[in-house]
């Protein structure tokens, strides 16, 4: 499975960016697809996931209200719909393919995408 994401960019506080997370290959082998993402200094965090269906979504609570996952399987794509931005939320933002366990757990996933920067100014 390979997972390509896409979408990020320059923001200014409270504007909005929509990410894209391609699959292609064997997808019948993840369960889910998740976001996380990583800023400079800092771990890797979680930031929302979606089974394979889309009849389940997660959030961190730092993101609840202002974003949104999506997928459209027909597409093989997930999306990220990012409002309401703010300086926290720059960072490289990564899909990966959710294969059981925690969604919220990087450990719980495989097939890591390349990333997205997102940079959100003040």
């Known amino acids: 499975v390979q997972l390509q994401a896409s979408g990020g960019g320059l923001v200014q506080a409270g504007g909005s960016l929509r990410l894209s997370c391609a699959a292609s290959g064997r997808t019948s082998t993840i369960y889910g697809t998740g976001w996380f993402r990583q800023a400079p200094g800092k771990e890797r965090e979680f930031v929302s996931a979606?089974?394979?269906?889309?009849?389940?979504?997660y959030y961190a609570d730092s993101v609840k209200g202002r974003f949104t996952i999506s997928r459209d399987n027909a597409k093989n794509t997930v999306y990220l719909q990012m409002n309401s931005l703010q300086p926290d939320d720059t960072a490289v933002y990564y899909c990966?393919?959710?294969?059981?366990?925690?969604?919220?757990?990087?450990?719980?996933?495989?097939?890591w995408g390349q990333g997205t920067q997102v940079t959100v100014s003040s």
């Open positions: 979606i089974n394979w269906s889309g009849g389940r979504t």
């Open positions: 990966a393919g959710f294969l059981g366990g925690s969604y919220s757990y990087t450990q719980s996933y495989s097939f």
